[in-house]
Every structure is written in C-alpha cells, then in structure tokens.
C-alpha cells in the first residue's frame, strides 16, 4: 500500500535570470531573495509568528512549545543521506541532502531537510563550508557559514566557562579534591589553531593558579556540542551537562560538574543554542540547521530537538549523517539511534563518478576523461557502503550526484553494480537545476518507503564490553582484521567498565579518508590493523570515544588555508566564501 502524503502545491521553481553553470556558490545564493521566515513558517507550518525568535528577516530560532513532539502526535517518516567515503573530488552529501529535499517538494510531499552548522574552522580552512552548492543550497549563505544565530559561541562559551570554574575550584580550596593532574577537561575553540593542541596553564605564581598541563580542541569537538544535539529538552539537557566527569581525584574517583554545582550555570548559556534553528532553500523550502559535531573526531549528526521538530511539522524528513557511512551513519544509528528511539525509514548513498575513479586510482588531474576500469576498481567502496547499510537492516538507494562530463556508459556501469547488490542507482542533477533535477532520486525514496518500514538493527549489544563494541565496529564496518590497544587505552577501558559505564556506545574518532587509519588508502581495504591510542569518556553525552591513529581533536589549518581568498568587496559583501 502506497504511503500518503499532505499534498503542497509546489512552490515556483528557481526564478528567471538564475546565474549559469560556473558562477560561484556565493553568488547564486546571492542571486535568490529569500521569503520572510515568519511567512515561511505560517505557509508551511501553520505556526503563529510568536513561535519563532528571528535573527533578521530570514533567520530564526523555533520555540518548542509550540511544536507536539509527544508520542501520540504524528510524525513524518525519516531519510538518512550518507556517502561514500570522502576525496577531493567530492561527493556532495550536503548538496544531495539540499536538493532531495527539494526534489520531495517539487512532488507535492511536505518535507523538510535538517542539517548540521558549519564551523568556522573548515569555512577558513580546507574543507569550506557546509550550506550545499550549486542549485541546491541554503541561504541565507553567508550567515549560516559564518555565525549563524550564535550557537556555536553559546557551547564555546558553555565549554570554557566550566574550564574556568574547574581552575577557580581549585584555587580557592579545592573542596572537591580533584587531583590537577587527572583534570580531563580542556578548552575549545571554534577556529583550527594547532599551536594550542598542548599547552600550560596557571603559570606566573599562586596568584594566577595552579601550574597544569591542558590545551585546546575545536568546539565541534567539545562534549557539551554532542550534549546539546542529544539532549531532548532543557531538562535533559542540564542532566546530561552534571554528568560531565571533568576529571579525577587522588584515589581516582571522578568528579562531575553536579559535584562542582554548576549544571545550572552552563544550562542558562545554552538556553537560546537548545532552539533548532529555521532557515530555506534556495526553492523557499524550510530547512533545520542546528548543531554541528564533526562525523570524524564526534558523532556527527545533527540535534535531536531539530530532527524531533521536523519530523512533528512534515510528511518526510531528510537528514544527514558526516562523512562516509562508516562513520556518520554507524554513529547515527548506533549513538543517536539509540540514544532516542529515533529510527530512519529510508536511506541515500551518495557518490559521484569522479570520486569513485580516484578511489579507483584516477589522479585529480585526470578525472574528467572516462575510465572504466578505475571506475569499477572504486565501485567497491560504495560496494562497501551499500553492505554496511544492509547489516544495519537498511536497503539504501544511490544517489549519483552527476557531474556534466560524466558519460552514460560511467552511470551505467555503477547503476549495474548498484543492482547487483539489489539496490537502486539514480542519477541526479540538482547541482545544476535544483530540485527538478532531484525529483527521480525522490521518487526512488518514496518508492523504497512503499515497500515498508525496515527493521534497524544495531551493530552491538549494550551489554557488550566496551573493546568488544570497537573490535565490532573495526571489524564488520572498517573491514580491519584486527585492533591494537596502547596501554593507556586499555587502562582506560578498563577504569570506564569499572565505573559503570561499559554500556555505553562508542564512538570511533579516526580519519575520515579511509576505512583504515592511513588516509592515503582508498577503495575497501581488508585484514588491516585499527590502532587505538587512547579512549575518552564523555559520561555527559553518553558515548565512548576512542581517539585512532593520528585524528585531532584540534585539526590544523592546510599549506594555503581558505581564509587567503575570503574578503569583504567594495559594497561590503562577502567573497571567496566556499
């Protein structure tokens, strides 16, 4: 039986005059006026103008009183977008997430896409930003890249606060006993500085504190942003922050922030950041912006109260998960799944020929010219991809996000493999012509949720020791043939089992260029070895991270960072943003 949507009539498409293909993401975005979001919201929501706090005229934050979020109230149905694993050639997971949303309303289905916030760090670094591209983007561009509604320094200044309070705890008696060695929790910033990775705090004399070893990650990182996007409402939110174990007395006992007593500080900073942001397409579509952990170094989804709301307000929900699927996906379903009880309905692999080639082999250089052979030696990392979405109960449908020099034998050849492996391959054009050139690629997902809600299944059992749930991971996600622990980290997993916390989730931080460690490696490597060199316990969050080869919580900005290019014109306009 077919599933039955509220039907829209279909907004009118991009207008006349849209730039042609070439022109810079910037200035496409720049080229479309956005609708009011009080007016967006009334249209496509009913929601009166008092439920939202605008930042402007198309910026807001959603209040959540005004949305039923209850058990009993409907819910739309959920579409997990992830990819295969990332090269520089690109795939364009954020673009598809865009354009597929828009393909659903260019159906007549009611759908909204939930995002996470782009940091600063890759906007001014190598990566760029995280607003889509092309036709398929969210506007207004520059803001979202840039401060957006102030989320971002909300938890920076959440984070460090708490840093603050643990270093004035200590200089004024130290009532908790926390050991200055054992002190767990860092600072973060939202800016990638390696220089801060490791430093000395509390240096100039008792005055100024006491002398200890810390340093700083980037805010992405930062537990607090993976508490804000877990966390279902301000209470859970303010239980979650006192279970924060920020370090470690004489005997080893943790001490938390509930210890410290300020729960209730850091939940006041973080009051407006719990709103789910409300923004558009370049098609005048809602879409939800909120939150922003790294797929890499965190658990890379967007925030429950986002996703919750969405699937409250529509008929479809399209989100996405960071990076490949073998890390944003295995952590939406085995951290935010369940964590929440949330469950996708449907899921999209996105690849691109180009990116396929090179995994193949194919330098950047040659990628425009056809090449079947590299073609199929990169096929198996999507091979790899679709697999580890059917382990997890789910039959994915491929999207091949194309590009214009892709040729009909190059589609072919991955729609033949992609069925192989009885999934669909469609290709799609919303980078070039927005939501029409999606409208295929959403029918596809309509159709794969006609045939039923899949049974998702996690990768591991709660009971399941905490170096048996990463062996698990390593094994049947990454493919390794085995996982080598440091001593630290396996003193470590044996103090968070000892402390009650073996029944958490892990949450694997290692480069995302690879199923292995070493981000040189493409295609679907087998039989490699994981090397774990350290584990962290983010007791607030609800998560084990176990820190892989060489990742940084801090990364460091590129040879020649993006920041070179990024300029205010003569009218006061922002270029060079990506």
């Not at 008092?50 to 039923?68: C, I, N, R, T």
């Not at 809600?453 to 996600?477: H, M, N, Q």
Request: proline share 6%; with cysteine; aromatic share 6%.
């Amino acid at each position: 039986m077919s599933l039955q949507y509220s039907k829209l009539t279909p907004d009118t498409p991009a207008p006349a005059g849209f730039p042609p293909p070439g022109t810079p993401d910037i200035e496409i975005a720049r080229s479309v006026q956005p609708q009011s979001i009080l007016l967006l919201a009334q249209q496509r929501f009913g929601l009166p103008a008092e439920s939202l706090v605008p930042f402007g005229h198309y910026k807001a934050k959603l209040d959540m009183a005004y949305v039923d979020t209850s058990d009993s109230a409907p819910k739309g149905k959920l579409v997990l977008v992830t990819a295969i694993t990332p090269t520089p050639a690109g795939e364009g997971k954020t673009t598809t997430s865009v354009g597929l949303n828009d393909g659903f309303n260019r159906l007549g289905v009611r759908s909204s896409v939930c995002l996470r916030e782009p940091s600063l760090g890759p906007c001014f670094g190598m990566k760029g930003g995280a607003a889509g591209g092309g036709r398929a983007q969210v506007i207004p561009m520059e803001d979202i890249n840039l401060h957006f509604n102030g989320d971002f320094h909300a938890i920076t200044s959440a984070h460090n606060l708490l840093a603050s309070l643990i270093d004035n705890h200590i200089h004024w008696g130290n009532e908790a006993g926390l050991d200055p060695r054992y002190i767990s929790w860092r600072r973060v910033m939202d800016i990638t500085d390696r220089s801060l990775r490791n430093m000395v705090c509390g240096l100039g004399g008792a005055a100024h504190g006491v002398p200890r070893e810390t340093g700083f990650d980037i805010t992405v990182s930062s537990e607090i942003m993976a508490i804000l996007c877990l966390a279902d409402g301000r209470a859970d939110l303010k239980q979650r922050l006192g279970n924060i174990i920020v370090g470690r007395r004489s005997d080893m006992s943790p001490v938390t922030v509930r210890d410290l007593g300020v729960e209730g500080s850091l939940t006041v900073l973080l009051k407006e950041a719990l709103q789910p942001n409300l923004v558009q397409s370049l098609e005048h579509n809602p879409v939800f912006i909120h939150g922003g952990p790294f797929a890499n170094i965190a658990h890379g989804c967007n925030s429950v109260t986002a996703t919750r709301a969405a699937l409250a307000l529509n008929d479809v929900v399209v989100t996405e998960a960071g990076f490949g699927a073998d890390l944003g996906a295995e952590k939406f379903i085995d951290i935010k799944c369940r964590h929440t009880g949330l469950r996708p309905d449907a899921a999209v692999v996105v690849c691109t020929i180009r990116a396929l080639k090179m995994q193949g082999g194919t330098p950047r250089s040659q990628l425009a010219i056809p090449d079947l052979a590299a073609l199929r030696r990169g096929a198996t990392n999507l091979e790899r991809h679709i697999c580890n979405l059917q382990q997890f109960g789910l039959t994915p449908v491929v999207c091949i996000n194309r590009f214009p020099d892709d040729t009909e034998e190059e589609l072919a050849l991955v729609q033949s493999i992609s069925e192989e492996l009885g999934v669909r391959a469609v290709p799609a054009d919303h980078w070039a012509t927005g939501g029409e050139g999606a409208t295929e690629l959403a029918q596809a997902v309509l159709d794969q949720m006609d045939e039923g809600k899949p049974e998702v299944k996690f990768l591991y059992d709660d009971s399941l020791p905490l170096a048996d749930k990463i062996r698990t991971i390593a094994t049947r996600i990454y493919h390794a043939g085995s996982v080598e622990f440091t001593t630290v980290a396996k003193r470590q997993l044996d103090e968070y089992e000892s402390l009650g916390f073996g029944h958490l989730p892990v949450c694997i931080a290692k480069t995302q260029y690879s199923f292995t460690v070493d981000s040189s490696v493409k295609g679907a490597p087998s039989g490699h070895m994981l090397p774990v060199r350290e584990v962290r316990l983010a007791a607030g969050a609800g998560f084990v991270v176990a820190v892989c080869g060489d990742i940084m919580t801090m990364p460091g900005l590129p040879r020649r960072p993006a920041a070179m290019d990024i300029a205010l014109d003569e009218n006061g306009l922002v270029v060079g943003l990506t």
